[in-house]
């Protein structure tokens, strides 16, 4: 039987993610998301999930984060759609219930 997102706890469990690979991801989620590193260009919310454009240089720091994310946060979808070109990358995070509330809390709006 698949395991669907409903199945799942809306839960961070940083422990998922390698030991040695922790600061990386703390380091990488807030150069994507925070500050002046910051590589969001847009943000779009509705009831079920966050899409988020991000500059085209992205692109590794924002697979690497994904892969490590996936860990910690297994109820998160994640959708990526990279744009022809050099163009804008989008990520679409979504979930059960609740899970729009927990990325506002985790990630910041």
């Not at 039987?1 to 993610?17: E, F, V």
């Not at 600061?23 to 919310?45: N, P």
């Not at 009831?47 to 924002?62: I, M, P, Q, S, V």
């Not at 050099?86 to 509330?101: C, D, I, K, R």
């Amino acid at each position: 039987m698949l395991t669907t997102t409903t199945d799942l706890p809306i839960a961070c469990d940083m422990s998922a993610i390698p030991a040695e690979l922790r600061a990386e991801h703390t380091l990488s989620a807030r150069a994507l998301f925070q500050g002046r590193t910051r590589k969001v260009i847009s943000t779009e919310t509705d009831e079920e999930g966050w899409r988020l454009a991000f500059e085209a240089d992205a692109f590794e720091k924002l697979t690497r984060w994904i892969a490590l994310e996936r860990l910690c946060c297994p109820f998160l979808r994640f959708e990526v759609e990279v744009t022809p070109g050099a163009g804008a990358l989008s990520l679409t995070l979504s979930g059960p219930a609740g899970t729009v509330a927990f990325l506002e809390q985790e990630i910041g709006s």
